[in-house]
């Protein structure tokens, strides 16, 4: 079993700075790529940013420029610098694993983790 478990949301004032985290754990042979996603209430949930296992990073083009993406391999944990926080950036923020493996010749399936509120509010 795997679980995605993020971290680091909370209130914040807008201009501000916030980092999420997210570690996945259990029987993780390999994670291809690594992910945040957004849902604000009544919206359809949005790509954040995403990361492949080689760096490869691409961001949604509401963000580009004021979050960061990056990834600890080692950890499998995934980690989202937020800077130049706006109001309109309050929503749940969701970590996702693409293809992750449970070993070598198992069938790559995705998670999700449960979310972290992000609300950006003066």
């Known amino acids: 079993q795997v679980q995605l478990v993020e971290s680091g949301g909370g209130l914040v004032q807008p201009g501000g700075s916030l980092r999420l985290s997210c570690a996945a754990s259990?029987?993780?042979?390999?994670?291809?790529?690594m992910g945040w996603y957004r849902q604000a209430a009544g919206k359809e949930r949005e790509l954040v940013a995403t990361?492949?296992?080689?760096?490869?990073?691409n961001y949604g083009d509401s963000v580009k420029g004021r979050f960061t993406i990056s990834r600890d391999n080692a950890k499998n944990t995934v980690y989202l610098q937020m800077s130049s926080l706006k109001p309109e950036d309050t929503a749940a923020y969701y970590c996702?694993?693409?293809?992750?493996?449970?070993?070598?010749?198992?069938?790559?399936?995705?998670?999700w983790g449960q979310g972290t509120q992000v609300t950006v509010s003066s």
């Open positions: 990361i492949t296992s080689g760096g490869t990073t």
């Open positions: 259990g029987n993780i042979f390999s994670i291809n790529a």
């Open positions: 996702n694993g693409v293809s992750v493996k449970t070993s070598r010749f198992a069938r790559p399936r995705d998670y």
